[in-house]
């Protein structure tokens, strides 16, 4: 299969710092990433999206960067509170809907 | 919102006996997905349906089997369980098949086999 999977397992970063995970994908005509926040025992929760005709996506506290070149695919967290605590995963749509899901990073924010 | 409602919550089965696991999407939403997720690993991608018909197929071993019903719902019934079957089974919906507008994950069951 296709491999999404990410640089990092664990992440720790203080409490009101920014946080910065990120992603390698290594299909070059995958055209959407969506990164999900899973929680112990919960499902994966959406984040946030993009699409391949878009390098930079913002939401709240949360910015995608989508490099396209390098297959590269970045989630930055901006004021990382306590809350944000959880596995992230970066997944990739290929045709036919499957998702891909890289490895998960833990992010664990210390307070 | 309605979001995507898996059940049951949690299911404990024998060796060899059979589950099912049952997935009602959003409102509208056409297509679903199932996933299997074992201890500390990623989502693995197993079936998907779209309009009642399956629309691509992942690493479903041939125990499994499953469909998506008039009313939109989803199950997977799995047969012979194996003690390697224990995991969460992740269910997600979305809109219009390929895609993936609106892709939202239900909660999830979680199958322990003894």
């Known amino acids: 299969g296709e491999s999404v999977g990410l640089h990092l397992p664990t992440l720790s970063v203080q409490e009101g710092d920014n946080s910065i995970i990120n992603c390698a994908y290594s299909n070059s005509a995958s055209d959407y990433f969506i990164w999900y926040k899973q929680e112990s025992g919960k499902g994966p929760q959406f984040i946030i999206d993009i699409r391949s005709n878009m390098d930079k996506r913002q939401g709240q506290r949360v910015t995608v960067l989508l490099n396209k070149t390098v297959k590269h695919l970045s989630l930055q967290i901006a004021a990382t509170q306590p809350g944000d605590s959880a596995v992230y995963f970066c997944?990739?749509?290929?045709?036919?809907?499957?998702?891909?899901f890289g490895t998960g990073t833990s992010l664990t924010v210390i307070p | 919102a309605a979001g995507v409602i898996q059940s049951p919550r949690h299911l404990i089965k024998e060796k060899r006996e059979t589950a099912t696991l049952k997935c009602y999407p959003i409102p509208r939403h056409d297509t679903v997905y199932w996933y299997q997720q074992g201890p500390g690993q990623d989502p693995q991608f197993l079936i998907s349906?779209?309009?009642?018909?399956?629309?691509d197929k992942g690493s479903i071993p041939d125990r499994f089997s499953a469909q998506q019903f008039s009313d939109y719902h989803s199950e997977l019934n799995m047969s012979s369980l194996e003690l390697g079957d224990s995991a969460l089974y992740f269910c997600?919906?979305?809109?219009?098949?390929?895609?993936?507008?609106?892709?939202?994950f239900g909660s999830g069951t979680r199958l322990t086999v003894v």
């Open positions: 997944a990739e749509i290929l045709t036919g809907n499957q998702f891909y």
């Open positions: 997600a919906s979305s809109l219009g098949g390929q895609g993936g507008y609106g892709y939202t």
């Open positions: 349906f779209y309009e009642k018909m399956q629309s």
